[in-house]
């Protein structure tokens, strides 16, 4: 079974309007990180927003936000007032374990394209 | 630029040919990964350095493929006798201790073998 699911292979917004991203995630683990990551046409990866598994609140950075469902197993991404520059890839991806676990890699979904139109 | 650096940034190569790649981690950093990530696809894990410990290896890091990272600061990857289907980018990052557990990433080294 895959570790991180996004359902949505492309997504479509206007300008100024807010978008969500889908993620959900499986793992037998009591301690896991989330994290979202933009990969534009450049290729390099760019951190966006982190959740624990532990942290009671949704995560916010900025336009992004975290919409933690940890009975659902999910994680989706909100972006608000999107922007021409949000066009990009978008990946979820889960640390199990720890956050000083020894191994602490990330499991990556397969993305969705989100692209923003004027 | 303190970030993560790769190098080469794109390789064309003939099938059969070896590769190598190069991953400048950020200095304070002594953790190391390297992924590929092939197109439509999230990037897969292949190794895990800390330190100059290779401490993980997945299943795709065929033997053909090997890392070092001997002094525990830059990393290489090299890719023997390349074929078609190892055409793909690959991605470094590193961590430091602490924090939540975020890798930062290179830019990535694209292979194209022909």
Same mark, same amino acid.
């Given at each position: 079974?895959?570790?991180?699911?996004?359902?949505?292979?492309?997504?479509?917004?206007?300008?100024?309007?807010?978008?969500?991203?889908?993620?959900?995630?499986?793992?037998?683990?009591?301690?896991?990180?989330?994290?979202?990551?933009?990969?534009?046409?450049?290729?390099?990866?760019?951190?966006?927003?982190?959740?624990?598994?532990?942290?009671?609140?949704?995560?916010?950075?900025?336009?992004?936000?975290?919409?933690?469902?940890?009975?659902?197993?999910?994680?989706?991404?909100?972006?608000?007032?999107?922007?021409?520059?949000?066009?990009?890839?978008?990946?979820?991806?889960?640390?199990?374990?720890g956050r000083n676990s020894g191994y602490s890699?990330?499991?990556?979904?397969?993305?969705?394209?989100?692209?923003?139109?004027? | 630029?303190?970030?993560?650096?790769?190098?080469?940034?794109?390789?064309?190569?003939?099938?059969?040919?070896?590769?190598?790649?190069?991953?400048?981690?950020?200095?304070?950093?002594?953790?190391?990964?390297?992924?590929?990530?092939?197109?439509?696809?999230?990037?897969?894990?292949?190794?895990?350095?800390?330190?100059?410990?290779? !401490?993980?290896? &997945? #299943?795709?890091?065929?033997?053909?493929?090997?890392?070092?990272?001997?002094? @525990? %600061?830059?990393? $290489?990857?090299?890719?023997?006798?390349?074929?078609?289907?190892?055409?793909?980018?690959? !991605?470094?990052? &590193? #961590?430091?201790?602490?924090?939540?557990?975020?890798?930062?990433?290179?830019? @990535? %080294?694209?292979? $194209?073998?022909?």
């Open positions: 079974a895959q570790k991180i699911t996004q359902t949505q292979p492309g997504m479509f917004v206007q300008e100024k309007e807010a978008v969500t991203l889908d993620c959900t995630y499986d793992t037998s683990d009591q301690s896991y990180g989330l994290f979202w990551y933009k990969q534009p046409s450049s290729g390099e990866m760019i951190f966006l927003i982190y959740q624990g598994s532990y942290d009671e609140q949704n995560a916010t950075e900025g336009r992004y936000s975290l919409n933690f469902q940890k009975a659902r197993k999910s994680a989706n991404l909100v972006i608000s007032a999107s922007q021409l520059g949000d066009s990009a890839m978008y990946f979820c991806a889960m640390r199990e374990g890699t990330l499991t990556f979904g397969k993305g969705t394209m989100l692209l923003v139109s004027p | 630029d303190t970030g993560v650096s790769q190098n080469p940034r794109h390789k064309i190569t003939k099938r059969g040919q070896n590769v190598t790649f190069r991953c400048d981690p950020i200095s304070e950093h002594n953790r190391l990964y390297w992924y590929r990530q092939t197109l439509g696809q999230g990037p897969e894990f292949l190794t895990y350095f800390q330190n100059e410990a290779q !401490l993980e290896k &997945s #299943r795709l890091l065929s033997d053909r493929f090997s890392a070092e990272r001997p002094k @525990g %600061s830059f990393s $290489t990857l090299e890719i023997q006798r390349t074929e078609q289907g190892d055409s793909a980018m690959y !991605l470094c990052a &590193s #961590r430091g201790q602490g924090g939540t557990g975020e890798l930062f990433f290179g830019e @990535g %080294s694209r292979l $194209t073998v022909l």
